[in-house]
């Protein structure tokens, strides 16, 4: 069973950098048959993808062109875990934000998001 | 960008089928997932690969994809079946795309 367990904190300032981390049991953030993706959900915007972290030979990332200028979604793999940063935040960007794995199951033409951390509200605020 | 319409809300009555439907350009030509999400919780696969049903998911979920529209089911609707529905695809350059969400009320 693959968990997804989110930390980070719940206030940030307008033009601050917003830091979240998701550690991984059960899997690895460096499984070959994974992305890991970072998704947020507001009233104005719905949810929203952000962006993933993948291993295939190297590291890759790719980002939602909405936010690639401000965000960088990078994998630790000491503590087998992915982490978002996202500077010059503006109060547009309170959300409750989720860690999700994207999974590339044997044989099957798409991956799906199987699993989803428990999600975490940032406010922006001063 | 891609775009994913959804009806805002659904009615249906106990024991009924309810169908939720979600529409895109050429949207049969991709993939759909759905997603439930009840208030205060985590979004849960239901269906994926348009028609396909996680372990766990029960029976009475079900998905299709055709032309500009695909479709969940849920038929025998229960009130636990209660919650805000989404649909999901991957665009051309594998940029996630979600639907706006629908509210499912069991009345």
Known sequence: ??????????????????????AIS???VSSISAAWAWIRQSPSRGLEWLGRTFYRSKWNSEYASSVKSRITIEPDTSKNRFSLQ?????????????????????????PHFDYWGQGALVTVSS | SYELTQPPSVSVSPGQTASITCSGDKLGNRYVC????????????VIYEDAKRPSGI???????????????????TQAMDEADYYCQVWDSSSAVV??????LTVL
């Open chain 1, 86 to 110: 996202m500077n010059s935040v503006t109060p547009d960007d309170t959300a409750v934000y989720y860690c999700a794995r994207e999974f590339y199951g044997s044989g099957s033409p798409n």
């Open chain 1, 26 to 28: 059960g899997d690895s």
């Open chain 2, 58 to 76: 029960p029976e009475r979920f079900s998905g299709s994809n055709s032309g500009n529209t695909a479709t969940l089911t849920i038929s025998g």
């Open chain 2, 98 to 103: 979600f639907g706006g969400g629908t509210k």
């Open chain 2, 34 to 45: 759905w997603f439930q999400q009840r208030p205060a919780q985590s979004p849960v696969l």
């Open chain 1, 1 to 22: 069973q693959v968990r997804l367990q989110q930390s980070g904190p719940g206030l940030v300032k307008p033009s601050q950098t917003l830091s979240l981390t998701c």
